[in-house]
């Protein structure tokens, strides 16, 4: 893979049961192929995924796959409208509320101008860690511990990511699991009232959080990966359930997806408007085999979702992301403008990796410097090579930090992978000798 990042799968040992995880997105089963973009204006990721097994659970559990296949194993198109749609109700009855923010806790953020600033007017530049588990195991069909086994909600590694001068912390979610639907293992009350006990412990350590949707599916398919946007059936009521739970603490921002891509556009259709208002996609993301199923599905645009969260009463800073898997954010200005919803309160969600479209300072220069002119922009992953020498980082960090812009490495999982892994330990903090080493090197510089 020379332009663009792969989907690389890391080896997560836990309880004593190995997943095969991504970094920032879901693996496709060995042998299959992530078709490219059908947009002229699309630039798409791999053709090829690298060889890797699906996540626990190789098949979907009974009665939530709502494909069929033929002998060979082609998935057979389903009208959507025979898909057996739960109900986007809200969250269910007995939804944990938050403690109110703690004396540690972080003040609440919002946007001025270009920045971030807290309620006495300080700008805030976030810089953290994503740390996940919680948008996979839940769905996996295997645990009852949300965290599966992972020391996520422990007072050690908090205190480990602050050692390292980490201000923030991204959990990536599970929109079945939240909502509670879809046969998942861990669902309604259950998982909020985990996801909500790891807020309040994050923010009484200091730290900020973001809440990111990040997998998801349409209908009665099982959310057991990423699909290329928020979808209609389920997303909605996800956001409006997150934005009632978490609406009174603005040290929680909402990140509304974490990476919209458009590989199954319908004839005619705009990515950007897409992005904001919705579309048609034919084909939808399985986890599992047949990887895709082919059947026209609706999206949920992120005005949608943002009149969602305000509905609720929420006031918390919005993360909405570029497209081309969050990296290509050229066109996120204009058509926020003609599109977006106009919310003061939002800012450029950005995901930048070695080997994307956007990898080199012209890009930055080109595209992103003017957009940060104008807006917060909040790098919700990026990363490098585990064991080093680091390619990427040296330059991209110092850069962003010239820019004023904030984010955050995936990942603080002691995951056995090349790329993208900060930590040999999660509660001590022992950092990787690449890509570890280099990050808590950078932020404990920067005082």
């Not at 973009?37 to 995924?49: E, W």
């Not at 912390?169 to 309604?188: A, H, K, Q, T, Y």
């Not at 009174?248 to 997806?257: A, I, K, N, S, T």
């Amino acid at each position: 893979m020379t332009r663009f990042r792969a989907l690389r799968l890391l080896t997560l040992s836990i309880a004593g049961v190995t997943a095969a995880m991504s970094a920032g997105c879901s693996p496709a089963p060995a042998g299959t192929t992530t078709p490219r973009s059908t947009s002229a204006t699309t630039t798409a990721r791999p053709a090829t995924l690298e060889p890797g097994t699906p996540l626990i659970g190789t098949a979907i559990p009974s009665g939530n796959a709502p494909e069929s296949t033929d002998p060979a194993g082609a998935a057979t198109k389903t009208p959507l409208a025979s898909i057996a749609h739960p109900s986007p109700t809200a969250t269910p009855a007995g939804t944990p509320i938050p403690d109110p923010p703690s004396p540690g806790a972080p003040p609440a953020l919002h946007v001025e101008g270009n920045q971030l600033v807290d309620a006495a007017g300080a700008t805030v530049l976030l810089h953290g860690v994503d740390m996940s588990g919680t948008e996979s195991v839940c769905a996996q069909n295997w645990t009852t511990d949300p965290f599966g086994g992972q020391p996520e909600d422990d007072a050690a590694t908090f205190a480990a990511m602050r050692s390292w001068d980490i201000n923030a912390v991204r959990i990536p979610l599970n929109e079945d699991c939240w909502l509670g639907i879809n046969g998942v293992e861990i669902g309604g009350t259950a998982y909020q009232s985990a996801i909500v006990h790891l807020v309040n412990d994050l923010q009484a350590a200091g730290l900020y959080v973001i809440l990111d949707l990040h997998w998801s599916a349409p209908g009665s398919q099982l959310a057991f990966s990423q699909n290329p946007a928020p979808d209609e059936d389920h997303s909605p009521a996800f956001w409006s359930s997150v934005a009632t739970t978490f609406g009174e603490d603005g040290g929680v921002l909402f990140d509304l997806y974490n990476e919209p891509y458009f590989y199954w556009l319908t004839s005619g259709e705009n990515q950007w408007q897409c992005l904001w208002q919705g579309c048609t996609l034919t084909e939808y993301v399985t986890g599992s085999q047949p990887y895709t199923v082919t059947t026209n599905w609706s999206t949920a645009g992120f005005d949608q979702l943002t009149t969602d969260i305000r509905s609720a009463g929420a006031s918390n800073v919005i993360m909405a992301g570029c497209v081309d898997w969050a990296n290509n954010c050229s066109g996120w200005a204009s058509s926020y403008a003609q599109w977006g919803s106009d919310d003061a309160n939002t800012v450029v969600a950005w995901h930048s990796y070695p080997g994307e479209s956007c990898d080199t300072e012209s890009c930055w220069n080109s595209t992103i410097a003017p957009l940060a002119a104008d807006h917060p922009i909040v790098v919700g992953e990026t990363g490098d090579s585990s064991a080093g020498p680091e390619t990427f980082l040296p330059t991209f960090l110092p850069w962003a930090d010239a820019h004023g812009v904030s984010y955050l490495a995936w990942t603080w999982n002691a995951w056995e992978d090349a790329d993208d892994v900060l930590v040999t330990s999660m509660t001590d903090g022992t950092p990787t000798a690449g890509e570890g080493a280099y990050y808590q090197q950078h932020l404990l510089s920067l005082g």
